[in-house]
């Protein structure tokens, strides 16, 4: 019998932050409460957010494409004195894992340039985008200068739409900064 080998220890970058990390879970979790929330009163839907003391948009819908053509609460931005969440909840209904089973490539279309992309989550992103622009030009508004990090997080189906969400936002931030000069 041979000694277990030994890992090697996580690597956490310089700039990691266990606290943020954690409001960041927490704003997930907050997600999913919010979808939870629709489930039983959707036709009457009016999200109370649960999550920690800040700032939140209305949801951010997105649609899924498969079987009926199905509006969900996907996201929401939230934001502090300084700091801007971006956050995203994961598969929740049978269309969300048929979008995440479209394992097909598709142009990036927010943004030109970034290559091919996962079709499902491009479709669900796509009909998000103008939503996700418009909650965080809205934080980033209301908080002008004092905006100093943007936190992009999701969990399973969310971190895929999350990470699409990232250009789109960034080339936002770039007109934000030069209608500024």
């Given at each position: 019998m041979?000694?277990?080998?030994?890992s090697?220890?996580?690597?956490f970058?310089?700039s990691?932050s266990?606290?943020?990390?954690?409001?960041?879970?927490e704003?997930v979790d907050?997600?999913?409460?919010?979808?939870a929330?629709?489930?039983?009163?959707?036709?009457?839907?009016h999200?109370?957010?649960?999550?920690?003391a800040?700032?939140y948009?209305a949801?951010?819908?997105?649609?899924?494409?498969?079987?009926?053509?199905?509006l969900?609460?996907?996201?929401f931005?939230a934001?502090?004195?300084s700091n801007?969440?971006?956050v995203v909840?994961?598969?929740?209904?049978?269309?969300d894992?048929?979008?995440?089973?479209d394992?097909?490539?598709?142009?990036?279309?927010p943004?030109s340039?970034f290559?091919?992309?996962?079709?499902g989550f491009?479709?669900?992103?796509?009909?998000?985008?103008?939503?996700?622009?418009?909650?965080?030009?809205?934080?980033?508004?209301?908080?002008?200068?004092?905006a100093?990090?943007l936190?992009?997080?999701?969990?399973?189906?969310?971190?895929?739409?999350?990470t699409?969400?990232?250009?789109?936002?960034?080339?936002?931030r770039i007109k934000?900064?030069?209608s500024v000069?």
């Open positions: 041979s000694t277990p080998r030994k090697l220890p996580m690597y970058p310089v990691f266990l606290p943020d990390a954690v409001l960041c879970n704003l907050t997600a999913y409460d919010m979808y929330q629709w489930k039983k009163q959707p036709a009457n839907f999200w109370k957010p649960k999550g920690p800040l700032t948009s949801p951010i819908w997105g649609a899924t494409l498969w079987g009926n053509y199905l969900e609460p996907f996201a931005v934001y502090s004195q801007i969440y971006l909840r994961g598969s929740e209904t049978d269309s894992w048929l979008d995440d089973f394992l097909s490539q598709t142009a990036y279309s943004v340039g290559g091919k992309v996962h079709a491009m479709s669900i992103y796509a009909s998000m985008s103008p939503a996700v622009l418009a909650a965080v030009n809205n934080a980033l508004q209301k908080l002008g200068p004092n100093k990090a936190y992009v997080t999701g969990h399973s189906l969310g971190s895929g739409l999350s699409l969400a990232v250009p789109d936002v960034i080339g936002l934000a900064a030069t000069l």
